[in-house]
């Protein structure tokens, strides 16, 4: 029970050092990293529900929601109710939030030189992320 052998600190502190680098690359945007995550995923796909937005994150609603709010806050995107199911929260972008994405073109380009490793070894570490996350969120549901 050392600490450095432990994966789950090792990976712990690469987040920590990850969000670091964000911090001051997203700063100039107005834009916190689980901020960023949203906005990502709606340039990609805009007018996604809460739900939607929260599979693709991985966050539930509770979380969520107040993200959400402080985003529209900042007049980024509208936050309304499904014509189809009130029950549902529709997220779109504003002509801010559309806007702000050719400005966050650049952070990708910031992180990889942070980083300091070819593209080639990122994509394998983030490949085998991936294959751990999915065995993790699998295996919760046996422990």
């Known amino acids: 029970l050392k600490l450095d052998n432990q994966l789950c600190f090792t990976l712990y ?11 001051k690359l997203l700063a100039p945007l107005g834009l916190t990293y689980p901020q960023y995550l949203v906005m990502l995923v709606l340039w990609e796909r805009d007018e996604l529900t809460v739900s939607e937005i929260g599979e693709r994150l991985f966050l539930d609603s509770a979380t969520l929601t107040p993200l959400l709010k402080r985003l529209e806050a900042s007049g980024l995107l509208t936050r309304t109710r499904s014509a189809d199911d009130e029950r549902q929260v529709v997220i779109a972008l504003s002509r801010s939030g559309k806007a702000l994405k050719a400005r966050a073109a650049e952070v990708p ?22 294959s751990l996350r999915g065995n993790l969120v699998a295996n919760t549901q046996t422990l």
């Open 13 to 23: 502190s690469a987040s920590l050092a990850m969000n670091k680098v964000y911090r």
């Open 109 to 130: 380009e910031g992180v990889f030189c942070a980083a300091a490793l070819g593209v080639d070894q990122l994509g394998q570490i983030k490949s085998r992320l991936e």
